[in-house]
């Protein structure tokens, strides 16, 4: 294992961990420290020894920046106006390589198991050093160029179960598969260091170019995750308050692709040897070709609605203002596809042409100043073919006698990584979609190896041996690349004259396990769903179950309320009635009294009736004070009731 990618991993992973680049820097000073056994603290010496260490420049108040952290943890101490280390405090910050290597040694064993279960075969750990390498790599020409441009580069063995690998792993532990993100998100971290500030910048006055092929992935012309991750750096862009763009000459490219992508799409003779990205998402989606013109037509507006309006250059061949060497750009670009044997044609040169028209037009608009901050640059374009940006930086280089300066282009992932340079994790969210795209577009059959196929198909059909109706079929369906680089892994040497019946095979197994998957995810749905109705009805029971304990319940108290009611109003109307009757029934009592002592003695008539008047009186008061309750108890309810 190289150093370079632990250290720069680990310089990743500690600004992760502490989302100041500051404190993420301090573990590295510590260790320079430690390991010149300095007392006192030499400036000069960490900034020589760091630059050789780990190839990044840095300044010395950078440097103080940094070595503030350490008088602050009390690992760095001043005395007599000096700076010294305190040795016991700062051996707690020293970088550690178990966590990495413990994270690399898990990924190795899982890749190498997962290889011997499918070939029987073991792996070297050079071989799988290799994979790891060519997968981090940000220069690695394999990733930055689209597989479109030659149609003849291939996946090796090795190479094939290594995406397919990561594929898995993806779904299936997600840690280790984090450390493989984190490892692809520090290559590019090495280089944001060189075109960044430590600090939060701001990037509201930078206009921001997109080329092409980032257009069609906002479109969603690409693979799922490419557009994603895409979408994702668009969001963070717009969040710094950028200027989109996209200049004028490549929204014609970018119509004009599109345009006559529709007219082949729709064709009859449609074939996948010969369909870019733009035909193969206009025929997979179904498009009418109505449909497919009205896209074209809109497409200003489906991009102003993505945040991007088109930049109006009225480019001049014949001004020189600010005119760079359009012939020495073009030249460059091209000799980096020779170097890597790739080969293109005159459709592929005119794209050439267009993204050096473009990066002229940039240093036009820039009007001659040069930067060394990104964020004051002014204008930038980004490109996700970072051998184009890698031209571009090759290219400013020769213009400018000093280094450091900030080309007319850079590689999307590095613009994104300088974004979320305080905010390390969410670009290895984006990293991940992008190892999953790359792993995905690897994974696609090359344009040779698709053209070896439709050839083999046409003669099958030539000759009978199939169908037209299959002959259609096998030459169009957007299945046909999984099947084909599943049975050839992408190898030339796989490829026979049969082997359209076994991708034929294949496809019909491909159709036969994803009807057994939606039969088995219907299954399941049916299962999910019949349970999900017998609890929906328990709950349901219990539900009414328990409204009816809760009425019940309530119909009791109600029932005690109304009796403890009635009470208190009886009570009220008893109160009353014997106050307004007291004095009558009081005289009634004394009279009969008196009548008693005065005439029960003589039983005459007219005493008689005297008693008997009387006995009426007491029971008339009586049958009175008894209405009167009841009256008064009926204005008691009233009364009570209202309060």
């Known amino acids: 294992m190289e150093e370079k990618y632990f250290d720069v991993y680990a310089l990743f992973k500690m600004q992760c ?196 092929p980032m257009i069609f992935a906002l479109l969603g012309m690409d693979s799922v995750e490419r557009c994603e991750a895409y979408q994702e750096l668009l969001n963070e862009i717009k969040k710094k308050g950028c200027n989109i763009q996209i200049l004028d000459n490549n929204f014609e490219e970018v119509q004009g692709i599109i345009e006559r992508a529709s007219n082949w799409a729709s064709s009859s003779a449609y074939d996948i040897s010969k369909a870019n990205k733009v035909a193969k998402y206009f025929h997979d989606s179904g498009k009418s070709r109505a449909d497919m013109i009205e896209y074209s037509e809109g497409l200003e507006d489906r991009l102003n609605e993505l945040g991007i309006i088109v930049k109006e250059t009225s480019y001049d061949t014949l001004s020189n203002s600010f005119q760079e060497d359009e012939e020495k750009l073009f030249e460059m670009v091209s000799k980096k596809y020779s170097e890597h044997n790739m080969s293109f044609s005159q459709e592929k040169e005119e794209t050439i042409r267009c993204d050096v028209k473009s990066i002229i037009m940039i240093y036009r608009e820039r009007k001659g100043k040069t930067f060394t901050r990104i964020n004051t640059c002014t204008d930038l374009m980004l490109t996700i073919n970072a051998a184009l940006a890698n031209v571009c930086k090759n290219y400013e280089q020769t213009r400018c006698s000093t280094t450091g300066h900030i080309p007319a282009c850079v590689s999307a992932d590095l613009f994104g990584s300088i974004l979320w340079l305080n905010s390390p994790l969410e670009s290895v969210e984006y990293q991940k979609k992008k190892i999953l795209a790359d792993c995905y577009s690897a994974l696609r059959p090359n344009k040779a190896l698709l053209r ?26 957007a299945v046909v690349s999984d099947a084909l680089m599943n049975v050839t892994k992408g190898d030339y040497a796989k490829f026979n004259d049969h082997t359209y019946i076994d991708v034929y095979e294949e496809i019909q197994a491909i159709a036969r396990k994803e009807l057994a998957d939606e039969k088995n995810a219907h299954g399941l749905t049916q299962l999910e769903l019949k349970s999900a109705n017998e ?33 208190k109003c009886l009570k009220f109307g008893t109160c009353v009635s014997w106050f307004i009757c007291i004095i009558p029934y009081f005289f009634t009592v004394v009279i009969a009294e008196f009548i008693k002592a005065k005439y029960t003695n003589k039983l005459t008539i007219k005493n008689l009736i005297i008693i008997a008047a009387i006995a009426v009186i007491a029971i008339l008061v009586t049958v009175l004070r008894s209405h009167l309750v009841r009256l008064f108890t009926i204005i008691g309810h009233k009364i009570l009731k209202e309060d």
């Open 17 to 212: 961990a502490n989302g100041n680049v500051l404190e993420a820097y301090y573990p590295f000073m510590a260790n320079i420290i430690l390991e010149n056994n300095m007392e006192e603290i030499n400036e000069d010496l960490i900034k020589k020894v760091f630059e050789e260490r780990y190839k990044i420049n840095i300044s010395v108040l950078f440097i103080r920046q940094v070595l503030g952290v350490g008088i602050e943890n009390k690992s760095i101490v001043k005395k007599y106006g000096k700076y010294i280390a305190d040795n016991a405090e700062l051996k707690k910050y020293k970088i550690g390589k178990s966590d990495f290597n413990k994270s690399w040694n898990t990924l190795k064993s899982l890749f190498q198991k997962y290889y011997y279960s499918i070939t029987q075969e073991s792996i070297s750990d050079e071989i799988f050093d290799r994979l790891v390498f060519s997968l981090i790599d940000t220069h690695s020409i394999k990733f930055i160029i689209d597989s479109e441009w030659t149609g003849d580069d291939k996946v090796d063995d090795y190479e094939y179960y290594w995406y397919s690998f990561i594929k898995e792993l993806s779904q299936s532990n997600q840690k280790v598969f984090d450390f493989l993100a984190y490892l692809s998100a520090s290559s590019t971290y090495r280089e944001a260091l060189f075109v960044s500030q430590p600090q939060e910048v701001k990037y509201e006055n930078l206009n921001i170019y997109l080329d092409s």
């Open 452 to 477: 070896k196929y439709v050839e083999s198909v046409e003669t099958a059909w030539k000759t009978g041996e199939i169908d037209e109706k299959k002959y259609l079929f096998m030459r169009s369906h």
């Open 535 to 567: 609890n929906l009805e328990q709950k349901s029971n219990d539900v009414v179950r328990i409204t009816n304990q809760f009425n019940e319940y309530k119909l009791q108290q109600e029932r005690k309320n109304q009796e403890r009611f009635d009470k």
